[in-house]
């Protein structure tokens, strides 16, 4: 379609493995228009290609089944494409002679990519690790996955009251360009004005969920009386939480009903009174999810729930816009690491909510004690109900102990102290952070502008340098299997260990590879990736020819036998291993 528009774009942007089809196609463009064959076509493309995954656990990958993939793509394989289905079929599969092996499509998005990143830090880890496979012989954390942490558009989700607020203390164009003053400036706004303007945004909320939940009960035909009660529900100086997602088991959207005794005692207190905004939905295929709704509406229809707690039907965009303006305090309770960045809590940043969340997605490093609360210890959990246990504890010791009694500890001006500085702190630090102009800054300077100069130059000459690069993997695929390593010498002095290792290239030209000592990063050092400088061919050596020796030193900080010579390709401009995982390791 992009091109019937006439539309040539450097960058295409896949988001998720969904999208993954373009890789092929923007290659048979690029053989319609220079005549190359798909292997060059691909070279040269793929530096354009960006990859974002944001799936967090491998079931999360579409995959087709290679009947599928035959009927569907078989004829444009060899007609369009000029290769054979197995060759298609490999794109996508993680041993390409395994011809029983799906479609993963997000394989396909990580070989047709020039870079590739998750959608918050953890996330990136994550990744690497559900990658691994593709790049078995690399530590985990070489696996080429970077992140780039999502942001929201915060003039879609402030308020119109929060707009006011923010433009009066940082101006209109606030949410352009950079943002070094925001926090300082933002800082700057008085206790009472904070205080002011949240209350303000809790009282449109209670307006706005009477009205809403008065006319879903008349809808579905309930008695007058109940929708009438439902007008005058809650009360708008009491503390809201909010409580809205789609009702997938890895959220766990019934942690807070874990015991239902507690929360009740805790929502019906007269002196704290506490009311709980709940939205959702079910994909239509879940029937878990589907059961979990049902938990919530029975718990609410009974007598000492109901005025407490309600639910709100239709979940979407214009349902969230409202709860993000008027919560007090959002709450998510993903499994981690499940939540793959998680983009809700965000949304209450700008309005003054705060974040009651598991330490996963962007919650686990935007956390800090001064801007909200962190469930869980930041650790993964093999026995799900254990952890439910322990999370649900936490869940409602923190309600307790810290939230509630905050929200209620006024000073002589009726000001929560402590929480305005709490709001205080997650507007400063984590609005910013958390926008959709850093994670789009983070996108242009990584991602976008060096993967749009690598295709333009990769494209040039009807692709010249990307045939160039598959001959250098022809040569590769030649030469590599009998690369071999001879001795290892290494000679330590008072300082420095000084190593020297024979390397047999077999024909491989020395520019074609690069030789490292490495050393994992185990311990609390970092990993070390230095290169050895190749200093002479030795001569008559007969075992090791045609060799080379590298030679490079480093600290003796750390024991001679901790490094492990390797040898893996090297290509000016080439991602490795993301788009050639050799690698050789001497042991
Ligand atoms: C923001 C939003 C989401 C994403 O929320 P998460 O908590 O990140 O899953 C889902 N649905 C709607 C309607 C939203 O507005």
């Known amino acids: 379609m992009l091109r019937a528009l006439g539309i040539r774009p450097e960058i295409c942007h896949l988001n998720e493995g969904h999208a993954a089809f373009a890789v092929l196609e923007r290659a048979r463009s690029f053989m319609e228009d220079t005549g190359q064959p798909f292997e060059v076509a691909l070279a040269a493309t793929r530096a354009g290609n960006l990859f974002t995954t944001h799936t967090a656990v491998a079931a999360g990958f579409d995959k087709f089944s290679p009947g599928l993939m035959a009927q569907y793509l078989g004829t444009y394989a060899s007609d ?61 954390d070489e696996v080429p996955i970077a992140h780039v942490t999502n942001g929201v558009h915060m003039p879609t989700w402030d308020s119109a009251l929060a707009d006011d607020l923010w433009t009066a203390s940082c101006g209109k164009e606030r949410w352009l360009g950079t943002s070094d003053h925001l926090d300082a400036d933002i800082r700057k706004v008085p206790d009472a004005a904070l205080w002011q303007f949240r209350t303000v945004a809790s009282q449109s909320l209670v307006e706005y969920a009477r009205r809403r939940l008065a006319l879903e009960l008349a809808a579905a035909g309930a008695p007058h009386d109940e929708v009438e ?53 079910a994909h239509p295929a879940d029937d878990a999810g589907k059961a979990l709704i049902r938990e919530w509406v029975r718990f609410i229809r009974q007598a000492g729930a109901r005025p407490h707690v309600i639910f709100l039907s239709d979940y979407d965009m214009l349902l969230t816009e409202q709860l993000v303006q008027g919560v007090d305090v959002w709450i998510n309770t993903p499994r981690r690491p499940w939540e793959a960045c998680g983009t809700s809590g965000m949304k209450v940043l700008v309005n003054g909510g705060i974040n009651l969340s598991e330490l996963d997605g962007w919650w686990a490093e935007a956390y800090t004690p001064e801007v909200g609360w962190a469930l869980g210890d930041g650790r993964e959990h093999s ?132 030789v490292e000592l490495y050393v994992d990063g185990s311990g609390g050092d970092s990993a070390v990736r230095q290169e050895m400088e190749c200093v002479r061919q030795p001569e008559g050596s007969a075992a090791v020819a045609p060799g080379y020796a590298y030679r490079a030193s480093v600290p003796a900080t750390r024991p001679a036998s901790d490094y492990t010579p390797r040898v893996m390709p090297r290509y000016d401009g080439v991602a490795v291993p993301l788009e050639v995982d050799r690698i050789l390791w001497q042991r």
């Open 229 to 281: 009660t439902a007008k005058h529900l809650f009360d708008p100086n009491a503390l809201t939480l909010g409580f809205a997602r789609r009702f997938a088991t890895y959220k766990r959207p019934n942690l807070l009903l874990h015991d239902p005794q507690r929360l009740l005692r805790l929502l019906d207190n007269s002196q704290r009174p506490v009311q709980l905004i709940i939205a959702g939905k």
């Open 80 to 140: 369009k494409l000029g290769i054979s289905l197995d060759r298609l079929m490999a794109l996508g599969r993680k041993n390409a002679g395994d011809s029983s092996e799906d479609f993963n499509m997000a394989y396909l998005a990580i070989r047709g990519s020039g870079s590739v990143n998750g959608v918050s830090r953890l996330h990136g880890q994550v990744s690497r690790r559900l990658f691994q496979p593709l790049f078995t012989r690399w530590p985990e």
């Open 383 to 514: 026995d799900g109900a254990a952890s439910d246990a322990a999370d649900a504890d936490s869940l409602y010791g923190l309600l307790e102990r810290e939230v509630i009694p905050e929200f209620y500890t006024r000073d002589e001006h009726g000001i929560p102290v402590a929480w305005v500085a709490r709001m205080r702190e997650s507007m400063a630090r984590l609005t910013p952070q958390f926008s959709a102009e850093r994670a789009v800054r983070e996108y242009t300077e990584q991602h976008y502008l060096p993967g749009a100069a690598a295709y333009v130059a990769r494209a040039a000459d009807n692709g010249a340098i990307g045939k160039n690069i598959v001959d250098w993997q022809s040569a590769l695929d030649r030469g590599w299997p009998a690369v071999s390593f001879g001795e290892l010498k290494v000679a330590t002095d008072e300082h420095r260990h000084l190593f020297e290792i024979q390397v047999n290239l077999n024909d491989l030209n020395p520019q074609a590879v690069r």
